[in-house]
């Protein structure tokens, strides 16, 4: 922990150069020298191979002998019966609080009369099949499964399928089983890795090919999304996706150790998430030091924490308003407002994936059941990009119907934009019917 240490400064912002500024509030890049290329042949061969492809890549990628890639109906029953009684009720407690608020952000269609006449609509649609990646790893992502599955189920998506990676017994967690069993998953699949997210894209002999995909992943997954993304044969993404994030605002009165904890639990996603402290209180930035160094070394996830915290900051700025100033700027997916005018400060934010407003709201609640959605934009994205939705689910479709009287109205503005264009099949288009009723001006 020693290194960490000496990483975990004070950093005094108003001290710094502009230049110095920029670089202290970078975010780690890993090294991924011919990851792009690597992904590109994993992608080629599970589209020219399809399933007997995802097999091959499933043993030598994942070291599991290949089972059939879609678990039996049974076992998904038997999943969702077979858990335990208070996870269960977790599972069920936090769906509905997600379920309630993505309810009150459905997409609503809507028409208006543009003109007398002229009637212009919009309509959603959802879309099918969609396609669900749940990260395997140490510990089953149960919540993102939630996270994912309950938006897709409430937009209305016929077809819902689920790959997640084999665990070492070459079986998907039962866990993951029961939750997409609890949440409307149609189909789940034992596949895991930018080879799943090639066949969600394409299509094999057994799982559909999908309209968009959707979820987290390491950084192979990552590239395979941005790839497949970029390819007409392809699928649709949800949103870029990079590292896990937190930045906190706190003053002088909040909690060091909560603040610890709320750091701590960005950092143990992996040794290339980042965490970043804002306060005005030197005295609570050497708190927090404090209580990282004490808590990360008696953490299971030492090694992680020690790797994360060595990439994350501690800084101590003049005032607040400063701090809202350096985090719009970084854009970050969570943000924490720990400070006794918290609900003030928090309309002065811009960019973020997640506000978290208050002492008593720590990120946790919105990672699992606030109701609101984990799924964010990292790495800056959060100045473009926004919370997963319901409407992700979905596409957006126009409509206009316009009376013989309505065109005589607003054609004429239609000739006229056409002809300064130079788009005279444009004009023609609009000036042909007017004409066969006798309007032509």
């Not at 335990?84 to 608020?101: C, G, H, P, V």
């Amino acid at each position: 922990m020693n290194r960490m240490l000496d990483s975990l400064k004070v950093i005094p912002w108003s001290e710094l150069a502009a230049a110095e500024k920029q670089l202290i509030l970078q975010r780690p890049v890993l090294e991924n020298t011919g990851l792009a290329d690597s992904v590109a042949a994993i992608i080629r061969q599970v589209r020219d191979g399809g399933d007997h492809a995802l097999a091959e890549l499933t043993v030598r990628l994942d070291g599991v002998p290949a089972q059939p890639f879609m678990p039996p109906k049974k076992e998904l029953k038997s999943a969702a019966k077979g858990l335990k009684k208070k996870l269960a009720r977790a599972i069920t407690d936090a769906s509905q609080r997600i379920e309630m608020f993505h309810r009150a952000d459905m997409p609503v269609a809507s028409t208006v009369e543009t003109a007398p006449g002229l009637s212009c609509e919009v309509r959603y649609q959802p879309l099918s099949p969609v396609g669900l990646y749940i990260p395997g790893g140490s510990a089953p992502l149960v919540s993102t499964v939630m996270m994912l599955a309950i938006p897709a189920r409430m937009a209305g998506c016929e077809e819902i399928v689920l790959c997640s990676p084999p665990g070492k017994d070459g079986r998907i967690a039962a866990e993951i089983l029961a939750a997409a069993k609890m949440c409307g998953v149609t189909r789940v699949f034992c596949a895991g890795g930018a080879q799943a997210i090639a066949a969600m894209a394409f299509g094999t002999e057994s799982i559909p090919k999908c309209a968009k995909i959707f979820g987290p992943g390491n950084a192979w997954v990552t590239e395979a999304k941005q790839q497949v993304s970029m390819d007409p044969g392809g699928a649709a993404i949800d949103l870029p996706a990079g590292t896990s994030e937190v930045l906190v605002i706190a003053d002088a009165n909040a909690d060091a150790e909560c603040i610890a904890w709320d750091l701590l639990s960005q950092a143990e996603h992996g040794p290339d998430s980042q965490v970043v402290l804002l306060t005005d209180s030197e005295l609570l930035a050497a708190s927090v030091i404090g209580y990282l160094a004490k808590l990360s070394a008696e953490s299971p996830r030492a090694a992680i924490l020690e790797q994360s915290l060595l990439a994350s900051r501690i800084i101590k700025v003049e005032n607040l308003d400063d701090a809202v100033k350096i985090s719009n700027d970084y854009a970050p997916e969570h943000l924490i407002l720990n400070t006794a005018n918290a609900v003030e400060m928090a309309e002065q934010v811009k960019n973020a994936g997640s506000v978290f407003v208050g002492p008593w709201t720590p990120e946790s609640l919105g990672d699992y059941c606030s109701g609101t959605n984990h799924v964010l934009p990292t790495y800056g994205w959060a100045r473009s990009h926004g919370a997963l939705g319901v409407g992700d689910f979905m596409r957006r479709m126009t409509f206009q119907t316009a009376s013989r009287e309505a065109l005589a109205r607003v054609g004429p503005t239609a000739e006229r934009l056409a002809r300064v264009e130079g788009l005279e099949a444009h004009r023609m288009a609009v000036r042909a019917r007017l004409r066969s009723r006798g309007d032509e001006r």
